[in-house]
């Protein structure tokens, strides 16, 4: 089945450490993308890649980090110095096209919980 | 700045219809799309417009009117399935998705 898969589902981390949040797609996607999702506000864009080895900033990429090593995989780690850490993690891909092409599908999602 | 707006929450009845409105200014226009997100999962893609007029989908239809920066999702014969966050999010000029905040929506028995 092709599809977006992220893991773990719940992460909980004690404060001052880094934690590296998993995605892999299988639907041949160019473009992979992470969002952050808060109570009552809609997703924000951390960071998103359209090429392998190459990847943008998003509206809150302080304190995250991401690399691009394989098309199919996109792992953020989240660090130490980002300050309010606690939130559902969304990661998504689509097509490169313009048009409905571009539709970004998405994975199950990881809440992370920071104790 | 750049702004997608939705009511924050609706109550409907099961069997009834109901109409989600989304207003969005942006920085051009690449098209609009609607998601569903049922509680604590991610959301699921409903459709897509970027013409003017509606495009229908089953229960599920959605408007646009690119000139007034104005687009509804219709969901019809609702269903308790149906009880989930409808989020309204617009494709700009560089190809990047600004979301609405999204509208939750009750359906009562």
């Known amino acids: 089945d092709g599809g977006i898969t992220q893991s773990p589902k719940y992460l909980f981390r004690k404060e001052g450490q880094n934690v590296t949040l998993s995605c892999e797609q299988n639907l041949n996607h160019d473009a992979m993308y992470w969002y952050r999702q808060d109570p009552g506000q809609g997703l924000r864009l951390i960071y998103y890649?359209?090429?392998?080895?190459?990847?943008q900033k998003g509206d809150i990429a302080e304190g995250y980090s991401v690399s691009r090593e394989k098309k199919e995989s996109f792992p953020l780690t989240v660090t130490s110095a980002q300050k309010n850490p606690t939130a559902f993690y969304l990661c998504?891909?689509?097509?490169?096209?313009?048009?409905?092409?571009?539709?970004?599908?998405f994975g199950p999602g990881t809440r992370l919980t920071v104790l | 700045g750049q702004n997608i707006d939705q009511p924050t929450e609706m109550t409907a009845t099961e069997g009834a219809i109901v109409q989600i409105n989304c207003t969005y200014q942006t920085s051009g226009f690449n098209g609009l799309f609607w998601y569903q997100q049922h509680a604590g999962e991610a959301p699921t893609f409903l459709s897509y417009n970027v013409l003017d007029g509606l495009e229908e989908k089953g229960r599920f239809s959605s408007f646009l009117s690119r000139s007034k920066g104005y687009s509804y999702l219709l969901l019809k014969e609702l269903q308790m399935k149906d009880s989930a966050s409808y989020l309204c999010?617009?494709?700009?000029?560089?190809?990047?998705?600004?979301w609405g905040a999204g509208t939750k929506l009750i359906i009562k028995p």
């Open positions: 999010a617009v494709m700009d000029s560089n190809y990047q998705l600004i």
């Open positions: 890649s359209q090429i392998v080895n190459d990847f």
């Open positions: 998504a891909s689509s097509h490169i096209a313009g048009g409905p092409t571009d539709t970004q599908y």
